[in-house]
């Protein structure tokens, strides 16, 4: 299994990433899925689908924790039975999962021009500092994974990227990150770390 990287945060947190370069039918032999995987694989249409699916289960496999399953709750977030909690990203030729004994989110994204056109949807106005780095496509993508890694750790509906989510100002190639998210009047400190590759970058997201 091609393992891109793995990374240890602290003895609580961890993430894993995976470059798919195999076939479908070498992915299906990599893993033994439980029953409701084999469901939820059948009902995937799409074969890059299927191998980013096994390709997360595959991690999951890498890690050697015990007595895991993944399953998904009522809004469709991923959950594990043991008691830890993950989550899972994927983007083109790359599938993450991040694991933690706390809520957690993780993102990855790959460096297109798009992100210009929705930048005004998730940016704040005090996150403007980003249009200062030499390579502006990779800052908006940064705050744009830190976002959707945050989204994904809190895990409540209604927030809104560019009102509720306002990450903290962060310099060229810094490799940890700070927010604040305003909620239902209160205010949460999260802490993130960025990961950042040549054609993609990711954030790990987590609570304080």
């Known amino acids: 299994m091609p393992l891109y990287r793995s990374f240890k945060l602290d003895k609580n947190k961890s993430f894993y990433i995976w470059e798919i370069k195999e076939s479908l039918m070498d992915l299906e032999k990599e893993v033994t899925l439980s029953l409701n995987d084999k469901e939820k694989l059948l009902s995937i249409k799409l074969a890059q689908r299927k191998k980013e699916f096994l390709a ?35 983007c083109e030729n790359f ?22 056109a929705i930048a005004p949807k998730f940016l704040n106005e005090t996150e403007k500092f980003i249009y200062e780095f030499n390579s502006v496509i990779k800052g908006l993508t940064l705050i744009w994974t830190a976002k959707e890694a945050i989204y994904k750790a809190v ?51 987590y609570i304080n």
Request: glycine share 8%; hydrophobic share 35%; charged share 25%.
């Open 95 to 116: 599938a993450g999962i991040a694991i933690g004994n706390n809520k957690i989110g993780f993102d990855l994204e790959i460096y297109r021009e798009k992100i210009f």
């Open 56 to 90: 997360s289960r595959a991690l999951l496999n890498f890690t050697k924790l015990q007595n895991t399953e993944i399953k998904y709750n009522k809004d469709g977030a991923p959950e594990l039975d043991n008691g830890k909690y993950i989550s899972i990203t994927h």
């Open 155 to 205: 895990s409540a509906k209604g927030i809104s990227f560019k009102n509720n989510i306002i990450i903290s100002p962060f310099k060229n190639e810094q490799k940890k990150g700070f927010a604040k998210v305003y909620l239902n009047q209160k205010e949460m400190q999260i802490s993130f770390n960025f990961i950042i590759g040549k054609n993609f970058c990711g954030s790990v997201a």
